[in-house]
């Protein structure tokens, strides 16, 4: 019960103490049945099968027309790549980000709440020319799409 | 961290676009230090979440994987001019910080 | 193309003599240079106007330009920008702030680099907010990264659209760091035996290894830089100094009288582009 009490205050209290409120809610306020908790064994996965399998509970998916991947064909910079992915596809619960050169290919996964449309944009890295893959969950099943990207090693400006 | 995030909620129709910046060095822990030659201890962050209305629309789950000063963005329904989109992050250290900026 | 190799050996005669002959007797002014240079870049790159080169090498490949625009599109140097101006606005201990030096306008792009006849030299904008600094008991930046790029950032980020004029007076000594700029950047040093004019000139819009070698004209508009080689900011004399090192030559300090020449012999070479710094590049 003591613990319930200091939440509460410490809650009410972050309210109005402003940005050390904002730290405060990062770890509090934030909904923990949205967001899961970082899954340590699907970013630390190895291949792209183990990555999908820890985190979207499979790793076999259907290749999907749907799914647009926007990339550049020639990363100017393995260190800053930009990719966006959207569908038109409906119910959608979340979409995962991987580039399958990475040591490490899970780059980030997205869980869509209410009203989100299945449309996300980041900046990523890529240790070498490989496909970025984008999987899809809808429905409870998954589905993929893949784009290969080139990475350049630099001359004088990379 | 302060003013670690920068946001932009725009309106158009009725699908808010949200696009924000954040500060941060997302370190893999594979590099070295050019001048002690240790490695640099990884540093990322590993989850963001942006709120509306009490409702979390979108939450992400980051790996090393996400460039150096992250750059993330949505799309989503429901909100209006005016209301407040809040992002969130916490890295693999325990630091976190959170935004919010009004939707124009 | 013989228009243009005609061109380039006309530049490199007149540079050769240059720097052999005696400079009063044999050379351009510097308006002709502007007017060779321009022409130079106008035929190797037709179609591009001539504002567009201060985009660097996304103003002639249409690939690297998408993600350019990706990332423009909310660069990572924004927050920087906000820092510097934090910086422009934050008082001295003497209860004065940068501003005092600079007429409370930090617009200032356009103003740098000039000719400082009184003290005969050079002067450039990281060298005048350095300046004003010291003279407020402040202690000076680092002039290659942090800070100083932050408040280079914020100042720039106020200046875009100012066009480039840098005026080189009727003055000998104007005319002689003039000079030491243009043999800098024609001169071959390193071990790879290459001159700036070699890669972003001669060979401009060619590749080395992977990367398109950008055209040269416009180089100095687009400063401060947010490289993501460098993950960071950093100002036209670190460029300068990465330049060097990397064809094996030892760099120069930055603000150096070499460095600050060049700066302004590669900007006059500018005149005419707008400012548009700070800009992102790979």
Known sequence: ?158 | MAKSIKIRARLKGDVTTVKCLITHPMETGLRKDSKTGELIPAHFINEVAAEHGGNTVMSANWGVGVSKNPYFSFTFKGGAKGDEVKISWQDNKGNSDSRAEQIK | MKFTKLTLAAICALIAAAAMADKKASETSPSEDLSVYRDYFAKRFPGVPLNEFGNGVYSIDRVSRDSWEAIEEFPPYEPMIEAGEAFWNQKFANGKSLGSCFDGNPAQRTNYPHWNAERKMVMTLPLAINECLIANGETALNYKKGKIADVLAYMSYESRGQKINVEVPDDPDALAAYSAGKSFYFARRGQLNFSCAQCHMESAGMYVRTDILSPAVGHASGWPVYRSKWGELGTLHRRFSGCNKQVRAKPFAAQSEQYRNLEYFLTHMSNGIEYNGPSARK
């Open chain 1, 1 to 158: 019960m003591t613990t319930n009490i200091k939440r509460r205050v410490l809650l009410k209290g972050s309210v109005a103490a402003g940005t050390l409120g904002l730290v405060a809610s990062a770890g509090l306020l934030t909904p923990r049945t949205v967001i899961a908790a970082w899954n340590e064994a699907a970013f630390k996965a190895e291949s792209v099968d183990d990555a999908l399998n820890a985190a979207m509970g499979e790793a076999s998916s259907a290749a999907s027309d749907s799914i647009k991947i926007k990339a550049p064909d020639i990363a100017e910079n393995g260190a800053v790549v930009p990719v966006s992915v959207s569908t038109d596809m409906q119910g959608v619960e979340s979409i995962a980000l991987l580039a399958e050169g990475n040591n490490s290919p899970l780059v980030a996964t997205f869980s869509l709440g209410e009203g989100a449309q299945p449309n996300v944009s980041t900046r990523i890295k890529m240790g070498k020319t490989s496909d970025v893959i984008a999987v899809v969950k809808s429905g409870g099943k998954l589905h993929s799409a893949r784009k290969s990207i080139k990475v350049t090693i630099g001359g004088c400006g990379g």
